[in-house]
C-alpha cells in the first residue's frame, strides 16, 4: 500500500522537475538581447490602437451561448427520444431540465445580440 504512494509521489516529483528543468536550460542558453525599444512596446508595432477595444471573448459569448443548445443539447435530446422508456424517470427529469435550461440560454443569448446591435 504505502509502495503505490512512493511511487505517485515520485511520478509527480519527474513531472514537476522536467518542465522546470528545460524552462531553466532554455533560460541559461538563449542569446539575451536587450532588443528595441518600439518592438518591446505593445502590439509590436508601437502604434495605439485604432476603435473600440473589444475582448474576443465577450464578442463572440452569445453565439457560443446559442450555439450550445442547438447543437450539443438537441443531439442529446435526439439520443435520449431512442432510449426514454428503459431509463429511470430522474434521469428523463434532468434532460427535459437541461433542455428549458438551455433554451433560458438562447433567449439570453439573442437578447445580449439584440442589445449590442441596438448600441450600435
Known amino acids: 500500500m504505502l509502495y503505490n504512494y512512493i511511487a505517485i509521489l515520485v511520478f509527480a516529483l519527474i513531472a514537476l522537475f522536467v518542465p522546470f528543468s528545460m524552462l531553466l536550460l532554455a533560460k541559461m542558453l538563449r542569446h539575451n538581447v536587450q532588443g528595441n525599444p518600439v518592438k518591446q512596446a505593445p502590439y509590436e508595432s508601437g502604434e495605439a490602437t485604432i476603435g ?12 457560443f451561448m446559442m450555439f450550445l443548445p ?12 431512442f432510449v426514454s422508456r428503459q431509463v429511470p424517470y430522474s434521469s428523463s427529469l434532468l434532460i427535459i431540465g437541461m433542455s428549458v435550461m438551455s433554451l433560458a440560454f438562447v433567449f439570453l443569448g439573442y437578447f445580449m445580440i439584440r442589445g449590442r446591435d441596438a448600441g450600435k
Open 52 to 63: 473600440k477595444n473589444r475582448d474576443v471573448i465577450n464578442e463572440y459569448l452569445p453565439f
Open 70 to 81: 442547438f447543437e450539443v443539447v438537441m443531439m442529446m435530446l435526439l439520443i435520449w427520444s
